[in-house]
């Protein structure tokens, strides 16, 4: 039993003293934020509407400041119903230039936890889905970006639903989002950056006025293979308005992000306890203890 005690104590300190070791890391944010092993981190292309000095806004409420700088810049009236329209159009010009194409992924010096975890999961499990963790980056996906953008608009009152396409585009799915202003849904693709003037000069259709007019579709795409977008296109599905994308995936970013700070407290906790009863199973029997009581049982006279 002894020996067993040590050895646990022993695991448990090297598990305690390892995670302390990747906790410091997260805290202090040391060294660069390695991703996962053979993934290359995406590399500007040159094409996409990508402002660098965006970079600064390093959060949602950053964000959401900027935007309503830029509103409040160019606008004058205060209807609601024009509000809606020009501040989601000044959100997705935004969000484009935040961002040029590319998973962001936590690394070791963020969220360790959840990307050790993922050969466990067989999940892309530190593709990042915390919209204010996204926003730490300067590179997002057709994904992540509509979860930075539908989180805006909630913010600002602004209803709006996911948009998933099921097919095409090499790797069998693409995300955007519409906005509801005007009585209607209007189609945002920050990611794919679609013609802005093609798609206001028909009032930003929705995705199934698109769907049903080729023409435009191609001329708002006119960038892309006609008929690599056309297959796209052709299976869509949306989503409830205002509905988080991944709501699990959430919920277990927000937990191993926490236990990357925090679970070394977990294995102090347990090496303190095993180390007690080892110490205990150490120590010597004396006469107060054990053999004085045999001694006195065996005085104890038996009962007739």
Not at 64 to 78: G, I
Not at 174 to 192: G, I, K, Q, R, V
Not at 228 to 234: G, K
Request: glycine content about 4%.
């Amino acid at each position: 039993m002894k020996r067993l005690l040590f050895k646990v104590q022993v695991l448990l300190f090297i598990f305690f003293t390892f995670f302390l070791l990747l906790s410091l890391v997260c805290l202090f944010n040391i060294g660069t934020v390695f991703n996962r092993f053979n993934y290359e981190t995406p590399v500007y292309n040159g094409k996409e509407e990508f402002d660098p000095s965006l970079k600064r806004l390093a959060s949602i409420s950053k964000l959401e400041l900027y935007c309503d700088s830029l509103y409040d810049a160019s606008q004058v009236n205060n209807n609601r119903g024009f509000f809606e329209k020009n501040y989601s159009a000044i959100a997705a010009s935004a969000v484009k230039k935040k961002f040029f194409h590319g998973y962001s992924h936590y690394g070791y010096s963020d969220n360790y936890l959840a990307l050790m975890l993922e050969p466990v999961t067989g999940t892309t499990a530190s593709a990042i889905v915390v919209p204010d963790d996204i926003m730490k980056y300067s590179y997002a996906a057709c994904s992540q970006q509509a979860l930075v953008m539908m989180e805006l608009l909630k913010r600002k009152g602004i209803m709006s639903r996911k948009v998933k396409f099921n097919g095409g585009n090499n790797n069998g799915s693409h995300f955007c989002f519409e906005a509801y202003y005007d009585n209607n849904w209007h189609f945002f693709d920050t990611n794919l950056e679609p013609d802005k003037k093609v798609l206001e000069a028909y009032n930003r259709p929705d995705v199934n006025f698109l769907v049903n007019n080729d023409k435009i579709l191609r001329s708002a795409y006119n960038q892309w293979d006609s008929a690599e977008i056309r297959s796209v296109f052709l299976n869509y599905s949306y989503g409830q308005p205002n509905e988080f994308e991944a709501p699990k995936g959430l919920v277990y970013q927000w937990i191993t992000k926490f236990l990357s700070h925090t679970i070394w407290i977990f294995f102090l906790v347990a090496f303190l306890i095993v180390r007690k009863r080892y110490l205990k199973s150490d120590m010597p029997l004396t006469k107060a203890t054990l053999p004085e009581r045999v001694e006195k049982i065996l005085k104890t006279p038996a009962l007739d």
